[in-house]
């Protein structure tokens, strides 16, 4: 009986509610692990989670059968769960509506790995705002600003 073999590559963007710096260092590894964990689990192929303070950026090897956009809430709800249970914080965490969902070829994942794993350098040079809209314009995406994120200058 044949099968069906493939593998779909996506990055995926997105932001703390309110743009807050709430992934504070001393335990953001953790949550990046958990994240991982969680991309297991649902029987995809987690290949680096990372991301600054205020936003996160998470690549993986995708299955057809699994939904972006399922994958990507399960990573959002979970990981608030998460956050939340392991009071990181004194308030509520919660991530903001929305993400950004970029594809890319075989060739091109050893590339968007450094840049994941190179994130806190990078935004030493370049605002989140500037980096998203970056990927909206390389991917030729047409958005509209105000359902964007909601940005801090």
């Given at each position: 009986?044949?099968?069906t073999?493939?593998?779909?590559?996506i990055?995926?963007?997105?932001?703390?509610k309110?743009r807050?710096n709430?992934?504070k260092?001393?335990?953001?590894?953790?949550?990046?692990?958990?994240?991982?964990?969680?991309?297991?689990?649902?029987?995809?192929?987690?290949?680096?989670?990372?991301?600054?303070?205020?936003?996160?950026?998470?690549f993986?090897?995708?299955k057809?059968?699994?939904?972006?956009?399922d994958?990507?809430?399960?990573?959002k709800?979970?990981s608030?769960?998460?956050?939340?249970e392991?009071?990181?914080?004194?308030g509520?965490?919660?991530?903001?509506?929305?993400?950004?969902?970029?594809?890319?070829?075989?060739?091109?994942?050893?590339?968007?790995?450094?840049y994941?794993a190179?994130q806190?350098?990078?935004?030493r040079?370049?605002?989140?705002k500037?980096?998203?809209?970056?990927?909206l314009?390389?991917?030729?995406i047409?958005y509209?600003?105000?359902?964007?994120?909601?940005w801090?200058?």
């Amino acid at each position: 009986m044949a099968g069906t073999f493939s593998q779909i590559y996506i990055q995926y963007v997105f932001a703390v509610k309110g743009r807050e710096n709430l992934l504070k260092k001393a335990w953001r590894d953790e949550v990046f692990k958990y994240m991982a964990g969680i991309i297991k689990g649902k029987d995809q192929k987690p290949i680096i989670v990372n991301g600054v303070d205020d936003h996160v950026h998470v690549f993986v090897g995708l299955k057809p059968a699994m939904c972006i956009s399922d994958l990507v809430r399960d990573i959002k709800n979970n990981s608030s769960n998460f956050i939340n249970e392991q009071k990181f914080l004194k308030g509520r965490f919660s991530w903001q509506e929305g993400y950004g969902a970029f594809s890319y070829a075989h060739s091109q994942i050893d590339n968007v790995y450094k840049y994941i794993a190179n994130q806190e350098a990078h935004h030493r040079k370049k605002t989140f705002k500037e980096e998203y809209l970056d990927f909206l314009k390389k991917f030729d995406i047409e958005y509209n600003e105000k359902y964007l994120f909601e940005w801090i200058d």
